[in-house]
């Protein structure tokens, strides 16, 4: 059995009209492009990527490579927590892989490289908005971080 795949390379003034047009007759699409491709392009692709992911790092010597994140956490943190508000949990607690799945539907440009991180997982772990945990059979979990509780106010009512 053959899957028709195309893959779409984005230029200055290519539209979304042929990638859906490709979608509707149930090709996969897969595109990539700068960040600077248009946001329209993107969101039609079934996966874009961004070619700045795809260059490669130059390592210092003797140092940890440490790729270099095109985003700002915050637009991360964000994504993750409106994906993992939408998915029926357990205590709040969802499967970091269902949460990746998840993406791929919503946010077809996502990618933790564009964060500075080579795996999911990674990316959940420096961000402050949410915990990540394994469970006994060894899978990873996440869930927004609950909020502090108020602070009670230090003056009595007289």
Same mark, same amino acid.
């Given at each position: 059995?053959?899957?028709?795949k195309?893959l779409?390379?984005g ?5 979304p009209?042929?990638?859906r047009a490709?979608?509707k ?6 595109g990539?492009?700068?960040?600077k491709? /248009?946001?329209?392009f993107?969101q ?5 990527i961004?070619?700045?992911n795809?260059l490669?790092?130059p ?6 490579a ?9 637009h ?10 939408e ?5 709040g607690?969802? /499967?970091?892989g269902?949460v990746?799945t ?16 080579r ?9 402050e ?29 007289e």
């Open positions: 059995m053959i899957i028709p195309i779409s390379i230029r200055s003034g290519d539209g009209g042929h990638i490709d979608a007759e149930g090709v996969d699409v897969y990539f492009g700068e960040q491709t /248009p946001e329209s993107r039609a692709c079934r996966r874009f961004y070619t700045e795809l490669p790092q390592a210092a010597a003797g140092a940890e440490k790729t270099k994140a095109l985003e700002p956490l915050s991360a943190s964000g994504i993750l927590t409106r994906i993992i508000g998915i029926e949990s357990d205590g607690w969802v /499967p970091l269902q990746g998840q993406l791929a539907n919503v946010a077809s440009d996502f990618d933790p490289r564009t964060y500075g991180f795996k999911l997982s990674d990316l959940v772990r420096k961000l908005t949410l915990e990540l945990s394994e469970t006994e059979g060894g899978h990873l979990r996440v869930r927004v971080k609950p909020a502090a509780p108020a602070a009670k106010g230090g003056g009595k009512k």
